[in-house]
């Protein structure tokens, strides 16, 4: 049971990240980033050396762990709001559709960027080799990496809260996402809060690519994709632009896939997410504005 809780809180982390990223550009935006997944996947490959071999040639990925974890937070940070200056920008004044759009073709160009150095052919990395190693807690045993994955969660949503609480830029950002509009008449300089959600949301996806890269020991140009579609289901569950409801979905969705996989008979579990996505149906059905409704819902301007 142990195991299982484990299990769900480390795949739950995963997708409250993603989740959490997504919210915070919805937030100031009004914009569905799709091309966060590829993000994930660019932070990943951003630790090799361009190579078509299947073995890696690993590159930045040989650093010690505290400069491992700055460089990719940082490398994620510094592409997000690359994307913001060169695209996103550009469309403020359209509408959520356009900017939605325009979003699934920047992923493209990060995606075909990939596969231009480095081929559609999987590669098998080695990151932060000593995670791996069995810990025991309360009689369950599991990977040190699971253990960090949760702690880190935790601790990044604690200092996100504090952020957004205790600080200046953290209040300019929670009165942008309840009223822009107001909020620029009151003073708030819009690049800067929109360039800090985009930072911000571009660090949570380095952060998700090292953990996901340790975890399953491939960099694979599609590798945020299923985390990005179980992190825009989880914004949606929670309700779009509340970040509190996005974190909340995501742990809800990790476990309820964890979950499934151990109830579900043997024949069926490679249908497990037909399940998962059947639950989100029902949920939406009767609860459509989210589990938590943002208090700023109005049209940006």
């Known amino acids: 049971m142990l195991q299982i809780v ?8 995963l997708y409250a990240l993603g989740a959490l990223g997504i919210a915070l550009i919805f937030g100031v935006m009004r914009l569905v980033n799709f091309a966060h997944g590829d993000v994930i996947a660019f932070c990943v490959f951003a630790l090799l050396w361009p190579s078509v071999d299947a073995v890696a040639i690993v590159f930045a990925g040989n ?6 974890i700055p460089f ?30 325009a979003s699934f073709a920047l992923g493209f160009v990060i995606r075909y960027f990939l596969l231009m150095l480095f081929t559609s052919r999987p590669k098998s990395i080695s990151l932060l080799p000593a995670l791996s190693q ?21 601790l990044v949503l604690a200092g996100l809260t504090i952020f957004l609480r205790r600080t200046r830029f953290g209040l300019e950002m929670r009165a942008a996402a309840e009223n822009f509009a107001m909020a620029r008449m009151l ?31 491939t960099a694979d140009i599609q590798m945020g994709a299923a985390i990005m579609l179980m992190a825009f289901i989880a914004t949606v569950i929670g309700g779009l632009g509340s970040l509190g409801g996005a974190v909340l979905a995501g742990f809800l969705l990790g476990a309820a896939s964890v979950v499934m996989q151990v109830v579900l008979p043997v024949d069926a579990r490679p249908f497990r997410d037909a399940f998962v ?21 109005k049209e940006r301007v």
Do not use: H, K
């Open 63 to 68: 650093l010690p762990w505290y400069l491992l």
């Open 72 to 101: 990719v937070v940082l490398v994620g940070a510094g592409l997000s709001v690359l994307c913001e200056i060169v695209v996103f920008r550009r469309f403020r004044d359209a509408s959520p559709a356009t900017m939605m759009i």
């Open 277 to 297: 996505y059947g639950a989100v149906i029902l949920v939406l059905l009767f609860r459509p504005q989210g589990l938590l409704v943002a208090r700023g819902t």
């Open 6 to 13: 484990f299990d769900a809180l480390t795949l739950g982390s």
């Open 134 to 154: 069995p810990v025991e807690i309360f009689g369950a045993r599991l990977p040190l990496l699971q253990l960090i994955t949760i702690v880190t969660t935790l």
């Open 187 to 217: 003073g708030v300089r819009a690049n800067r809060v929109i360039m800090l959600a985009f930072a911000l949301s571009g660090a949570l996806a380095g952060a998700i690519a090292l953990i996901f890269g340790s975890q399953t020991g």
